[in-house]
């Protein structure tokens, strides 16, 4: 199964990899990963998932840093981008939790009037333990180290003190996140 992903993702990968690595890497994993599209991204260009898999797992191989500790590093990145695309946003809201239950009903709404065809993922939430948020994740994609790194990376920006716990519910599909205030 094909599933396709935007180009804005793609485009900051490259960028991470370029700012915490080099250039050459860069140029190394996208020749060495053999992909269909060949690493040229456009930012509202759609592509398939699987190449930003294969993208990390080259990665990896050259970095000796393991898939999902890149990954998460990629969400923390990816979280600085949204900052300067939606700093508004983040604005309107002052904490962790009230940003975090607002990612369905406004980021993604965003998204989807740039991108009407983004298959986005979809996150369920639970406030019924004081000074905690629950967050279940589900996506077609393998992506929850993504949304993990995304939310430690809205966890820095607020500078509150929460603790993350995660407990995957299948391939990386569906993962619940229980964040608690800390102190």
Request: no cysteine; glycine share 6%; charged share 25%.
């Amino acid at each position: 199964m094909v599933l396709d992903m935007k180009g804005m993702i793609f485009t900051a990968f490259l960028e991470m990899v370029e700012n915490k690595f080099s250039l050459n890497l860069a140029d190394e994993i996208i020749e060495a990963s053999d992909l269909p599209s060949g690493g040229s991204y456009t930012t509202v260009g759609t592509y398939d998932h699987n190449e930003m898999i294969k993208l990390v797992v080259q990665l990896s191989e050259r970095t000796s840093i393991p898939v999902a500790d890149l990954v998460r590093t990629f969400g923390e990145y990816l979280f600085s981008q949204l900052l300067e695309m939606h700093a508004y946003f983040l604005e309107e809201n002052s904490s962790v939790f009230e940003f975090l239950q607002k990612v369905d009903s406004y980021i993604h709404v965003e998204v989807r009037k740039l991108y009407p065809d983004a298959e986005l993922p979809a996150f369920h939430y639970e406030t019924s333990i004081p000074g905690t948020l629950i967050m279940t994740y589900r996506s077609s994609r393998p992506f929850a180290d993504l949304a993990e790194g995304l939310i430690i990376g809205s966890i820095n920006h607020y500078g509150e003190k929460i603790d993350v716990k995660r407990q995957d519910l299948s391939d990386g599909n569906a993962t619940r996140f229980e964040l608690t205030i800390v102190g």
